[in-house]
C-alpha cells in the first residue's frame, strides 16, 4: 500500500538487484578481509563425515582464501588445511608430510562465491548479522550455493554450497577487516600435485 502511495506520488521505488549484482557486492566494497567458521557434511568415499573449523578470504590487495577443518575419520581426529593463492591450491593432510601444491582455476578465494552459472535473486533475508540480500547460484564445479550479502556495507554473511548427494558446507562470517594475509606455504613445505 505504502509503495503504492508512493509510486503515485512520483517517488521512485528502489528496484530489487540482481543476483550478479549481489554476488559482486563483497569484490566491489571496502572489504579487505573476512574471517568466517565452516560446519557441515562431506561424503568422501561413501562415508559421510561432519566438519568443523574456520578460515578466511583475503580480498584486497589480491584474491585469496585459507580454511582448515577437523573431521573424525574412524574414530580419530583429522585435521585438513588448504589454502588457495595466485591460481594454486596448497593442500596439507594427514596423508602428506607437506603441502601439496596443485594449478586451479577454482579454489577457495572470494572469486567463487561470484558464482558461475545459474544466478537467481531470492529477495531480503532479516539475519543476525543485519539485513541482507538472499541469491543463489552454481559454482565452477557445479555446486549450487545460497550467499547471503548485507546490505548495509556488501559483506558477505553466509555461504551455503550444496554438494551432490545433499551434502552441505556452511560459512558463517564474523569478522572483517582485522589484517588477515594469506600467503602460499614456504617453498621446502611445498611438493607439486
Known amino acids: 500500500m505504502v509503495a503504492a502511495i508512493v509510486a503515485g506520488c512520483g517517488v521512485p521505488t528502489p528496484a530489487a538487484p540482481t543476483a550478479k549484482d549481489v554476488l559482486a ?9 573476512a574471517h568466517f567458521t565452516v560446519t557441515g557434511k562431506i561424503t568422501d568415499n561413501g562415508t559421510t563425515v561432519e566438519l568443523v573449523g574456520d578460515g578466511a578470504l583475503a580480498y584486497k590487495p589480491k584474491l585469496a582464501g585459507r580454511f582448515k577443518f577437523t573431521t573424525n575419520v574412524g574414530g580419530q581426529a583429522v585435521t585438513i588445511q588448504e589454502i588457495s593463492v595466485d591460481g594454486t591450491n596448497y593442500g596439507l593432510t594427514p596423508a602428506s608430510p607437506k603441502w601439496v601444491a596443485t594449478q ?3 579454489g577457495i578465494d572470494p572469486s567463487a562465491f561470484a558464482g558461475a552459472s545459474e544466478q537467481k535473486y531470492i529477495g531480503e533475508e532479516n539475519l543476525p548479522q543485519g539485513k541482507a540480500w538472499h541469491a543463489t547460484a552454481k559454482d565452477k564445479d ?4 545460497d550467499a547471503y550479502v548485507r546490505e548495509k556495507d556488501g559483506y558477505p554473511i553466509k555461504y551455503v ?14 569478522k572483517y577487516n582485522t589484517g588477515e594475509t594469506i600467503t602460499a606455504p614456504p617453498a621446502d613445505q611445498t611438493q607439486q600435485g
Open 104 to 106: 586451479s582455476t577454482s
Open 161 to 174: 554450497e550444496t554438494q551432490t548427494g545433499g551434502q552441505n558446507i556452511t560459512l558463517t562470517f564474523d
Open 25 to 33: 557486492k563483497p569484490q566491489q566494497s571496502d572489504l579487505k578481509d
Open 142 to 145: 557445479g555446486n549450487t550455493f
